[in-house]
């Protein structure tokens, strides 16, 4: 947490302290409940993982935003309770849903969010404020998250208790953006769900962007999202088309960012991964064909685009191995990241693993670099190796698909017979871009 956070014992009034149940401790419900407590709740972080719990119970985090150091003081604090019992929920008064929404399918498989809501219908209470921060197709929080808790609880949404959607923005390993310096879209189902919905992340975060109904907050997740996975295709695109024509996409990129208004950069790479970009911008294409019977177009292109990259990589470390008279079968090839994205371990639909999966299928010998990555996709034949001189050295080819901070370059550009920079992290005679 930022040394500029509150000491915390603000929120106390008549020695209660409130009570605010964050369901979902994974990368966005554990900060969220860091900085909850780091404001003076008393938080509830409840999860059905036994497993996690136990290890956040005994101070350990999994999340590189929340150093193991955080943990342990809000445990010591007393404002902090990781817990797999439901029943430790009882008399919240905010609840936040932090649950994973993934596709199942191909459609939006919304079961976590359909089973917190139906926990927390057993312990909601009158006065008492529900918020969906999951990301979701719009319509979510009105029409599926109010019914459960209504049903559950015999209480009515915007009656008796609050209801609202706020849309997380956190971006893991971001350590110039942590969550709570970005402005949070803030909604409710009416306007006293959307001053209690306020009321509360104006307590957490710098500030707050009130919108009129989830159901804007929702698209607005899913228009950034889709934001970010179109225009990373459309520069993945060109960056494809480039190398056949022998031009630097990057120094095209560089060049257009010297424009003041109407560009905006996204650079090529080996594909999307995490939790968002392969599945949200379906949430949203899925909602308007089931909902007006419309394709929409722009999300299908794009994923097709950045779905063929980890191929697209593949095929470009057979040109580099085959330029050296070298066949991709048994080559030793050495991968610099799994995880999806600079400094974080989050290797969820990683396109390294896709990469790893193609380079074995063609009988490579596939080692890979990543500290950052502990539950691991990847498959068991990808030897898990330190980034030594020694690796680089050996290696045949070496290939940065997630530019970590913490990789040593210099070395690796010195040692390796022949690099292939997926993020254009360093340069060198021996190495080629995307
Ligand atoms: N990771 C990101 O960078 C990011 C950013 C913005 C928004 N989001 C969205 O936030 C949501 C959560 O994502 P995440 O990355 O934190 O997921 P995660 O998988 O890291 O964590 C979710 C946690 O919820 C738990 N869970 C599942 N069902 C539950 C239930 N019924 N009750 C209690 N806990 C339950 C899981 O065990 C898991 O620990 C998703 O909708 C995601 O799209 C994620």
Same mark, same amino acid.
């Given at each position: 947490?930022?040394?500029?956070?509150?000491?915390?014992?603000?929120?106390?009034?008549?020695?209660?302290?409130?009570?605010?149940?964050?369901?979902?401790?994974?990368?966005?419900?554990?900060?969220?409940?860091?900085?909850?407590?780091?404001?003076?709740?008393?938080?509830?972080?409840?999860?059905?993982?036994?497993?996690?719990?136990?290890?956040?119970?005994?101070?350990?985090?999994?999340?590189?935003?929340?150093?193991?150091?955080?943990?342990?003081?809000?445990?010591?604090?007393?404002?902090?309770?990781?817990?797999?019992?439901?029943?430790?929920?009882?008399?919240?008064?905010?609840?936040?849903?932090?649950?994973?929404?993934?596709?199942?399918?191909?459609?939006?498989?919304?079961?976590?969010?359909?089973?917190?809501?139906?926990?927390?219908?057993?312990?909601?209470?009158?006065?008492?404020?529900?918020?969906?921060?999951?990301?979701?197709?719009?319509?979510?929080?009105?029409?599926?998250?109010?019914?459960?808790?209504?049903?559950?609880?015999?209480?009515?949404?915007?009656?008796?208790?609050?209801? *609202?959607?706020? +849309?997380?923005?956190?971006? $893991? %390993?971001?350590?110039? !953006?942590?969550?709570?310096?970005? @402005?949070?879209?803030? =909604?409710?189902?009416?306007?006293?769900?959307?001053?209690?919905?306020?009321?509360?992340?104006?307590?957490?975060?710098?500030?707050?962007?009130?919108?009129?109904?989830?159901?804007?907050?929702?698209?607005?997740?899913?228009?950034?999202?889709?934001?970010?996975?179109?225009?990373?295709?459309?520069?993945?695109?060109?960056?494809?088309?480039?190398?056949?024509?022998?031009?630097?996409?990057?120094?095209?990129?560089?060049?257009?960012?010297?424009?003041?208004? *109407?560009?905006? +950069?996204?650079?090529?790479? $080996? %594909?999307?991964?995490? !939790?968002?970009?392969?599945?949200? @911008?379906?949430?949203? =294409?899925?909602?308007?064909?089931?909902?007006?019977?419309?394709?929409?177009?722009?999300?299908?292109?794009?994923?097709?685009?950045?779905?063929?990259?980890?191929?697209?990589?593949?095929?470009?470390?057979?040109?580099?191995?085959?330029?050296?008279?070298?066949?991709?079968?048994?080559?030793?090839?050495?991968?610099?990241?799994?995880?999806?994205?600079?400094?974080?371990?989050?290797?969820?639909?990683?396109?390294?693993?896709?990469?790893?999966?193609?380079?074995?299928?063609?009988?490579?010998?596939?080692?890979?670099?990543?500290?950052?990555?502990?539950?691991?996709?990847?498959?068991?034949?990808?030897?898990?190796?330190?980034?030594?001189?020694?690796?680089?050295?050996?290696?045949?080819?070496?290939?940065?698909?997630?530019?970590?901070?913490?990789?040593?370059?210099?070395?690796?550009?010195?040692?390796?017979?022949?690099?292939?920079?997926?993020?254009?992290?360093?340069?060198?005679?021996?190495?080629?871009?995307?």
């Amino acid at each position: 947490m930022s040394p500029a956070d509150p000491a915390g014992d603000t929120l106390e009034t008549n020695g209660r302290r409130p009570t605010l149940v964050v369901e979902g401790q994974g990368y966005v419900g554990l900060p969220l409940a860091m900085r909850a407590s780091a404001c003076g709740y008393r938080v509830v972080g409840h999860d059905l993982d036994e497993h996690r719990i136990k290890e956040l119970v005994n101070g350990r985090s999994f999340v590189e935003d929340v150093s193991d150091v955080d943990l342990q003081d809000a445990l010591d604090s007393g404002r902090y309770l990781p817990t797999v019992d439901a029943r430790d929920c009882a008399g919240f008064d905010v609840a936040l849903i932090t649950v994973p929404t993934p596709l199942k399918e191909g459609a939006p498989d919304l079961s976590c969010i359909r089973q917190a809501a139906t926990t927390l219908a057993r312990f909601l209470q009158p006065g008492a404020t529900v918020v969906l921060e999951s990301t979701t197709y719009p319509g979510t929080t009105e029409d599926i998250v109010g019914p459960i808790l209504e049903e559950g609880s015999g209480l009515i949404a915007g009656t008796d208790f609050s209801l *609202g959607y706020s +849309p997380e923005r956190i971006d $893991p %390993g971001n350590r110039a !953006h942590p969550f709570w310096t970005t @402005p949070k879209v803030v =909604s409710g189902i009416d306007a006293a769900s959307l001053a209690a919905t306020d009321q509360l992340y104006s307590k957490l975060v710098s500030e707050t962007v009130r919108v009129s109904s989830p159901k804007v907050a929702e698209l607005t997740k899913l228009l950034e999202n889709t934001f970010r996975h179109v225009n990373i295709a459309l520069v993945n695109e060109i960056a494809m088309f480039a190398s056949d024509l022998d031009i630097d996409v990057w120094e095209a990129v560089d060049a257009a960012s010297t424009k003041p208004f *109407g560009f905006m +950069p996204f650079t090529p790479g $080996p %594909g999307v991964g995490g !939790h968002c970009l392969p599945i949200d @911008p379906s949430y949203l =294409s899925w909602r308007v064909m089931r909902s007006l019977g419309r394709s929409f177009r722009f999300v299908e292109l794009a994923n097709d685009v950045n779905s063929h990259m980890p191929d697209y990589v593949v095929t470009r470390i057979a040109h580099s191995l085959n330029r050296r008279r070298k066949a991709v079968n048994g080559s030793r090839v050495l991968l610099l990241g799994l995880a999806y994205k600079p400094n974080t371990g989050d290797d969820r639909m990683s396109p390294a693993t896709v990469v790893a999966q193609r380079l074995l299928a063609s009988g490579a010998e596939v080692r890979a670099c990543d500290t950052h990555v502990v539950e691991d996709h990847v498959d068991v034949r990808v030897a898990r190796v330190e980034l030594t001189s020694e690796e680089v050295s050996a290696a045949d080819l070496v290939v940065i698909l997630t530019d970590h901070d913490d990789f040593d370059y210099e070395m690796v550009v010195a040692e390796a017979a022949a690099v292939l920079d997926a993020r254009h992290r360093v340069r060198g005679p021996d190495v080629e871009y995307l």
